[in-house]
């Protein structure tokens, strides 16, 4: 059964707390409402993925978490304290990874760090860089500048970055959106380990459900904008460490997708009203989505299955050529 929240329910005394959020701007045609009273509640440590559809107003929620933006309407509160401008205890990493071209890898990280922590001496900001590229694997890169770094090896520098600076928050804008697909899965597997072992809140703004199904906690869905709502809050139950081949084999993790896509394609596929004609709440047919989750988890063990034959069949015990077809006088 798929966990939902319509309405989360905000926790005055929580680590997190979005609260009665809503922002709007002045246009020629009037004012423009982005966002319409957004309440979240987040516990330390959470892994908090966020979907919706281009204009919902997922990176204006997420700028005001960073302090770029202030709300119209309501406060966002970190630890009881309102956020009214950028901190370091807030760091964010970028689709664009943001770096200084005419500065090294190490250099980039070694601008924020200096910025943070003015009183260090030397050594120990040097100590700091260090220790975070090789967290990201580009210690002997830390020499080269962007221009000779592949994009996700740029988005690792911009990542270490986010991190030496030692955020509690770690606030993701699509930061893996426009890398290949194996490079992709490679930093998903590293922003995971780094969010475990530094216990980080992390809020994230993805277009890939199965990337926000195998990474977060909880899925954000927004609701089409103008005037944003939350939609619905989703518990994903599969337990850590997550492993990719066992999850797809869940029937779960099916109903959860299929769930999600009906919510972006159907229900607030072309209308800003999550109503149909009678008033009444568009709910997907749950008996169709566990049909649908059944028959994707067949499917998979179908191609397993289909996978070991071909392995049997190509197995050197099979590849002797039959004798009766071998050329005479051999």
Excluded at 174 to 182: H, K, R
Excluded at 217 to 245: C, Q, W
Excluded at 267 to 272: G, I
Aim: glycine residues 6%; proline residues 6%; charged residues 20%.
């Amino acid at each position: 059964m798929i966990n939902t929240q319509t309405k989360p329910a905000v926790n005055q005394s929580d680590f997190l707390v979005i609260d009665k959020v809503t922002k709007s701007y002045e246009t020629p045609e009037g004012v423009h409402q982005v966002l319409d009273e957004i309440n979240l509640s987040i516990s330390p440590g959470k892994f908090i993925c966020v979907i919706g559809h281009s204009g919902c107003g997922k990176s204006t929620l997420l700028n005001m978490v960073a302090g770029f933006t202030q709300p119209t309407t309501g406060e966002v509160r970190l630890q009881g304290k309102k956020v009214e401008k950028p901190g370091s205890d807030r760091m964010m990493v970028f689709q664009n990874y943001s770096l200084l071209p005419w500065k090294t890898a190490y250099d980039n990280v070694y601008l924020g760090v200096n910025s943070v922590y003015p009183d260090k001496s030397p050594q120990e900001k040097a100590a700091i860089v260090e220790e975070h590229l090789a967290m990201v694997g580009l210690t002997e890169a830390s020499q080269k500048k962007p221009a000779q770094l592949s994009g996700g090896m740029k988005q690792r520098v911009a990542i270490a970055r986010a991190l030496a600076i030692r955020p509690q928050v770690l606030i993701l804008d699509e930061p893996f959106g426009a890398l290949d697909a194996i490079t992709k899965e490679e930093l998903q597997d590293e922003l995971l380990k780094i969010w475990q072992e530094h216990k980080l809140t992390v809020l994230m703004i993805t277009h890939d459900i199965d990337e926000a199904l195998y990474l977060c906690d909880h899925l954000l869905m927004m609701t089409n904008g103008p005037s944003a709502k939350v939609g619905e809050f989703l518990d994903i139950p599969f337990e850590r460490p997550r492993i990719r081949s066992r999850m797809i084999e869940d029937p779960r993790y099916y109903e959860l997708r299929n769930y999600a896509l009906d919510f972006l394609y159907h229900r607030f596929a072309h209308s800003e009203d999550p109503t149909d004609d009678t008033g009444s709440e568009k709910i997907p047919n749950r008996s169709f989505l566990k049909i649908a989750a059944a028959i994707g988890a067949i499917g998979v063990t179908a191609l397993i299955g289909l996978g070991l034959v071909n392995s049997i069949v190509r197995s050197p015990l099979n590849s002797n050529p039959n004798p009766a077809l071998e050329a005479p006088g051999n």
